[in-house]
């Protein structure tokens, strides 16, 4: 059974910091791996998508690894800024799933101090 | 704009009295589905579609209806919704079925039912 793990759980950091967020996944037969944010109350917005095939992507500020063999994935965030405070979530579609479900881990929640 | 629109964002209900969330999304998208996300649970499937009038149970479908007579729209029907459906409902679409690409999920329902 695919478990997708996030730690650390929550994080803060002074502005400006570059800093990394994890995902571990127990399985690795998966079709890609999904970052989103989600702020206080509000819906998913989708980050970066990593096929299985990939390593990485990147998007402005924003990159994100993938190592299938080992289960990880990270995610980079550089220079970061108040506006980046949200909950982090990772997701894998797992290949065993035709129903194209996501597995989501809990989430990282970050705060980014002035 | 590209997006997934749910309505209503916020519903207070009672016991019993049946309720319908409406999802649609305007990106042509083959595949929908339905999460709800609760605190230490994370987010889980309810149901899923691949096209119109195909449907399928997700993780955690008792107590849910869905139907997809349209490609557009996907509503998530609870005939007697009861206090454990007290949640925050998201739905969510990607462009093929199963989903190979981004999942794009909309703004959230919260759902009390008291």
């Known amino acids: 059974k695919q478990e997708v793990t996030q730690i650390p759980a929550a994080l803060s950091v002074p502005e400006g910091e570059n800093l990394v967020l994890n995902c571990s996944f127990t399985?690795?037969?998966?079709?890609?791996l999904q970052w989103f944010r989600q702020d206080p109350g509000k819906g998913l917005t989708s980050l970066l998508l990593?096929?299985?095939?990939?390593r990485e992507q990147t998007s402005g500020r924003l990159n994100a690894s993938l190592d299938k063999s080992s289960g990880r994935s990270t995610l980079y965030i550089a220079a970061s800024q108040p506006g980046d405070s949200a909950t982090y979530l990772c997701a894998v579609r797992p290949f065993y799933n035709q129903g194209g479900k996501l597995i989501f881990g809990q989430g990282t929640e970050l705060s980014v101090k002035p | 704009e590209a997006q997934v629109t749910q309505n209503p964002r916020y519903l207070i209900t009672v016991t019993g009295k049946k309720l319908t969330v409406t999802c649609s999304q305007n990106?042509?998208?083959?595949?929908m589905s339905w999460y709800r996300q609760d605190p230490g649970l994370g987010l889980r499937q309810i149901y899923y579609?691949?096209?119109?009038?195909?449907?399928d149970k997700g993780d955690v479908p008792e107590g849910y209806k869905v139907s997809r007579k349209e490609k557009r729209n996907f509503p998530l029907i609870l005939e007697s919704p009861s206090p454990n459906q007290t949640s925050l409902y998201f739905c969510?679409?990607?462009?093929?079925?199963?989903?190979?690409?981004?999942?794009?999920f909309g703004p959230g329902t919260r759902l009390l039912v008291l």
């Open positions: 579609s691949m096209n119109v009038e195909v449907t």
């Open positions: 990106m042509n998208h083959e595949y």
């Open positions: 969510a679409s990607s462009l093929s079925s199963p989903p190979q690409e981004t999942q794009y």
């Open positions: 399985d690795s037969a998966i079709y890609n």
């Open positions: 990593i096929q299985s095939s990939q």
